[in-house]
Nanobody, 126 residues
Framework: EVQLVESGGGLVQAGGSLRLSCTAS????????IGWFRQAPGKVREGISF????????YYADSVQGRCTISWDNAKNTVYLEMNNLKPEDTAVYYC???????????????????WGQGTQVTVSS
């Protein structure tokens, strides 16, 4: 079974940067996407980015476009989410998750992702 471990969260001032890590293991298929999601208190879980294991293609939600970069270190089985120019509204628990390829295009609906990490807290102070 897929296991995911996030790290890298913390407290940062507005305008600062953080790099989140998601170390993955236990894949049973070769093609999948790893996505990053976040959930603020009282809000629904929001998908913000994913990366495709097949070709490394990436996708970003409008809310983070231009401020985040998702990348993959195959040697370390780790996906990173670099976040810049952080804003107080970025404060949330950040999760990584995995969905296996089914023949349809990947998306950022949390319902499509079957395996989840435990989350890492990001707090941005104003």
């Amino acid at each position: 079974e897929v296991q995911l471990v996030e790290s890298g969260g913390g407290l940062v001032q507005a305008g600062g940067s953080l790099r989140l890590s998601c170390t993955a293991s236990g894949f049973t298929e070769d093609r999948y996407a790893i996505g990053w999601f976040r959930q603020a208190p009282g809000k629904v879980r929001e998908g913000i980015s994913f990366i495709d294991s097949f070709d490394g293609s990436t996708y970003y939600a409008d809310s983070v476009q231009g401020r985040c970069t998702i990348s993959w270190d195959n040697a370390k089985n780790t996906v990173y989410l670099e976040m810049n120019n952080l804003k107080p509204e970025d404060t949330a628990v950040y999760y990584c998750a995995v969905t296996y390829y089914t023949g349809n295009n990947y998306n950022l609906s949390s319902l499509e992702y079957n395996y989840w990490g435990q989350g890492t807290q990001v707090t941005v102070s104003s």
